[in-house]
């Protein structure tokens, strides 16, 4: 069996502070006798530029520092643009690699606001010049400074017994005394410079891994301590072993991306970067024209799918290590191998959340995942405070356990049709229009502070309530109902957006479209609006009056002067001691106090 080789990128996207600038060595046994040294330098990068000389290739990358790496492993590239803003799809940026650059072709280098333009530098080392000894060859910079060297300056570093040249930090710049060995700078406060250091080997026939972010060399005193623990999650290791190479094979069924790359290790650093690749398809023998070889990225190894690894003599197929064979991410969450110390992550539909996406953060999901599929015992039982929630029969409401802001809250969830249609709606805000807890001028309706937390297991009742739901849960539709004595009317408006205090919360008027009729229906045969006007939605107000979510009507043919409303959160003449129903200020106009009731989907 051959011996596992490692190839180690660096990548730090937010640094806390500069991180010493450093260098891996590309010298191996398939014959190169240099190590190089590749760097983005913000002089060398021009914002609002772009170089317009022909390019040889273009590539989309998911993350803008990923062009840099895709300059670096292609052997003609020199210098590239790249879009700044993701395309229209949002999830991908424009990557133009280049075999020139702008020096003595400055005619070429052109204004373009959404791009940039960067070269890059290469420098070699005299590999020869250290194993004659003259120069000061070491294996790691605390060895140089126990050698009584204080200065910084640029040495030989011998890594995996290979030398190459570095600069050495002698301490004293804020991590202590000792010789400090370098791995990469990034200037957390610029988007246009970073330094990539790169290890490549060039056979695919070898054993090899791949690791992105946390370098376990500690004895090297690498700065690895000044990346945010939260950045671990965008690290990645992917092990391609031989067990899992097949020349002559290629999987079918699979294939997410294909690219035109010059050479093998190129399909396979794509796949790396590729967060939901875990095999690749490479064509060996490149195309007659272009000279590029096929790379095909799938999204699974053949493990678990024989039948779609298929005998063809023109490719070379790898699959690597995949903690995703039995998908560990609940509900119908995609898994991605490669992250976290567990070795996979997943990435959780919206409305749930968690390690495995088994932490449902409104009712719509948790009524989803129990109309798909049963869940666990374990999940029943930590999530659930109502069994009739698993009948057979998913229209019963219930109290249910929700995750929101990371903390668990047992919400009344709203499930089945009772106004609204059927779904699982979460509930946001309850109120009595006979109190002023939610007057049109109250904070509650600006602020991102709850209310009496436990009136939100109680259901369709009096108790008022205001919800963490209020402010930090999405939704698509809202539930909006009125109960006045033991007769409850609800409406729908269907409103996508981030959450309800986003709509409200600034005071700007959003309108609505539903009609006056349609308000109408929320109190009943005893409605009283009057008829013009009919200023709708959210915030809307006159002289006179304000709601929060409602309509005002007027008998003038204007809205300098309404005196009528229906809605939630409102005040003014000539009631405002009726926060939530129906007021009219004609003569046989009425004022009707209701329970007011939002929900949302």
């Given at each position: 069996?051959?011996?596992?080789?490692?190839?180690?990128?660096?990548?730090?996207?937010?640094?806390?502070?500069?991180?010493?600038?450093?260098?891996?060595?590309?010298?191996?046994?398939?014959?190169?006798?240099?190590?190089?040294?590749?760097?983005?330098?913000?002089?060398?990068?021009?914002?609002?530029?772009?170089?317009?000389?022909?390019?040889?290739?273009?590539?989309?990358?998911?993350?803008?520092?990923?062009?840099?790496?895709?300059?670096?492993?292609?052997?003609?590239?020199?210098?590239?643009?790249?879009?700044?803003?993701?395309?229209?799809?949002?999830?991908?940026?424009?990557?133009?690699?280049?075999?020139?650059?702008?020096?003595?072709?400055?005619?070429?280098?052109?204004?373009?606001?959404?791009?940039?333009?960067?070269?890059?530098?290469?420098?070699?080392?005299?590999?020869?010049?250290?194993?004659?000894?003259?120069?000061?060859?070491?294996?790691?910079?605390?060895?140089?400074?126990?050698?009584?060297?204080?200065?910084?300056?640029?040495?030989?570093?011998?890594?995996?017994?290979?030398?190459?040249?570095?600069?050495?930090?002698?301490?004293?710049?804020?991590?202590?005394?000792?010789?400090?060995?370098?791995?990469?700078?990034?200037?957390?406060?610029?988007s246009n410079t970073m330094q990539i250091q790169l290890k490549f080997l060039s056979s695919i026939q070898v054993l090899s891994s791949i690791f992105i972010g946390h370098i376990a060399l500690e004895s090297c005193g690498i700065f690895i301590r000044a990346v945010k623990s939260q950045d671990a999650s965008r690290c990645r290791r992917l092990d391609f072993t031989s067990h899992k190479a097949f020349d002559g094979e290629r999987l079918i069924n699979h294939v997410i991306h294909v690219h035109d790359v010059s050479n093998a290790k190129a399909c396979w650093v794509l796949c790396y970067l590729e967060a939901d690749c875990v095999s690749y398809n490479f064509e060996k023998q490149p195309d007659g024209e272009s000279g590029m070889h096929s790379c095909e990225l799938n999204n699974s190894t053949?493990?678990?799918?024989?039948?779609?690894?298929?005998?063809?003599?023109?490719?070379?197929?790898?699959?690597?290590?995949?903690?995703?064979?039995?998908?560990?991410?609940?509900?119908?969450?995609?898994c991605q191998s490669g992250f976290t110390n567990k070795g996979f992550r997943c990435l959780c539909h919206a409305g749930f959340k968690g390690q495995f996406c088994d932490e449902a953060v409104t009712c719509q999901e948790v009524y989803e995942s129990n109309r798909v599929h049963v869940l666990p015992k374990k999940y029943m039982m930590e999530r659930f405070l109502t069994p009739m929630f698993f009948s057979n029969s998913l229209n019963k409401s219930g109290v249910v356990t929700l995750?929101?802001?990371?903390?668990?809250?047992?919400?009344?969830?709203?499930?089945?049709?009772?106004?609204?249609?059927?779904?699982?709606?979460?509930?946001?805000?309850?109120?009595?229009?006979?109190?002023?807890?939610?007057?049109?001028?109250?904070?509650?309706?600006?602020?991102?502070?709850?209310?009496?937390?436990?009136?939100?297991?109680?259901?369709?009742?009096?108790?008022?309530?205001?919800?963490?739901?209020?402010?930090?849960?999405?939704?698509?539709?809202?539930?909006?109902?009125?109960?006045?004595?033991k007769n409850a009317n609800f409406i729908v408006?269907?409103?996508?957006?981030?959450?309800?205090?986003?709509?409200?919360?600034?005071?700007?008027?959003?309108?609505?479209?539903?009609?006056?009729?349609?308000?109408?229906?929320?109190?009943?045969?005893?409605?009283?609006?009057?008829p013009?006007?009919?200023?709708?939605?959210?915030?809307p107000e006159c002289r006179f009056n304000k709601v929060r979510i409602g309509i005002l009507g007027n008998n003038e043919d204007d809205c300098n002067t309404c005196d009528s409303r229906i809605g939630f959160g409102t005040g003014g003449n000539p009631d405002d001691k009726n926060t939530c129903g129906n007021v009219n200020r004609s003569k046989k106009g009425r004022r009707i106090k209701a329970i007011g009731y939002i929900l949302i989907k």
């Open positions: 069996m051959d011996k596992l080789r490692s190839v180690y990128i660096c990548l730090l996207f937010l640094a806390l502070c500069y991180v010493i600038a450093g260098v891996l060595t590309s010298h191996d046994q398939f014959g190169l006798d240099h190590g190089s040294y590749l760097e983005f330098k913000s002089s060398k990068t021009f914002d609002g530029k772009r170089l317009k000389t022909p390019l040889f290739r273009r590539v989309d990358v998911r993350d803008r520092e990923f062009c840099g790496i895709l300059c670096y492993i292609e052997p003609d590239c020199v210098s590239y643009n790249l879009e700044k803003e993701r395309g229209a799809n949002d999830e991908i940026h424009k990557c133009e690699l280049i075999n020139s650059t702008h020096e003595g072709h400055k005619q070429d280098l052109v204004k373009k606001p959404k791009e940039t333009y960067t070269m890059i530098e290469i420098s070699f080392v005299d590999i020869d010049e250290c194993n004659k000894g003259t120069q000061n060859c070491v294996s790691n910079f605390q060895e140089l400074y126990e050698r009584s060297r204080t200065e910084n300056g640029q040495v030989i570093l011998f890594v995996d017994s290979k030398p190459i040249s570095v600069f050495c930090n002698m301490g004293g710049f804020g991590c202590g005394d000792g010789g400090w060995t370098p791995v990469m700078k990034v200037d957390g406060g610029k053949h493990e678990g799918h024989d039948e779609d690894l298929v005998g063809n003599i023109s490719y070379f197929y790898r699959g690597a290590e995949s903690a995703c064979i039995e998908n560990p991410c609940k509900n119908d969450s995609t995750y929101i802001d990371s903390k668990k809250m047992s919400i009344f969830c709203h499930v089945g049709e009772f106004g609204c249609g059927d779904g699982g709606w979460t509930p946001v805000l309850k109120m009595n229009g006979s109190k002023e807890t939610f007057h049109y001028k109250s904070p509650l309706w600006t602020s991102k502070y709850g209310y009496n937390f436990p009136g939100g297991e109680t259901g369709f009742d009096s108790l008022e309530t205001k919800l963490p739901t209020y402010w930090n849960t999405s939704f698509k539709k809202i539930c909006l109902g009125m109960k006045i004595g408006i269907e409103k996508p957006a981030e959450s309800l205090y986003s709509l409200i919360a600034d005071g700007q008027h959003r309108k609505t479209s539903l009609g006056r009729d349609e308000w109408k229906k929320l109190i009943g045969s005893e409605d009283s609006l009057q013009n006007c009919n200023r709708e939605g959210f915030n």
